[in-house]
């Protein structure tokens, strides 16, 4: 089964930088989609980045292209999320998650972590 942890949330400035981990346990991420999704308060939880086991490249939503990076090290079994020049809309709980299939959609999605939360303000 795998398990994965995410850390890393905080309160920072607008314009400010935090970066995201999930570290996963259980089995290694190779091989499986991997993907970070994000809901903010009384909205629906909507993807922001996701690595496709398919493809082998990464995607970003609009509204985080140009900030946020993906990253992955295979040897530490986690995955990260550089978020740079962050906006008080940023301001979400942040959830890793992966899918078994190629698919970056949330019902895809068989393991999430609890999420980390992420508060952009002054």
């Known amino acids: 089964q795998l398990q994965l942890v995410e850390s890393g949330g905080g309160l920072v400035q607008p314009g400010g930088s935090l970066r995201l981990s999930c570290a996963a346990s259980g089995k290694p991420l190779d091989g499986y989609t991997i993907a970070w999704f994000r809901q903010a308060p009384g909205k629906e939880r909507e993807g922001v980045s996701c690595?496709?086991?398919?493809?082998?490249?990464?995607n970003y939503a609009d509204s985080v292209k140009g900030r946020f990076t993906f990253s992955r090290d295979s040897a530490k079994n986690t995955v990260f999320l550089q978020m740079n020049s962050l906006k008080p809309e940023d301001t979400a709980v942040y959830y890793c998650?992966?899918?078994?299939?190629?698919?970056?959609?949330?019902?895809?999605?068989?393991?999430w972590g609890k999420g980390t939360l992420v508060t952009v303000s002054s």
């Open positions: 690595l496709s086991s398919r493809t082998g490249s990464t």
């Open positions: 998650a992966a899918s078994i299939t190629s698919y970056c959609a949330r019902r895809s999605m068989n393991y």
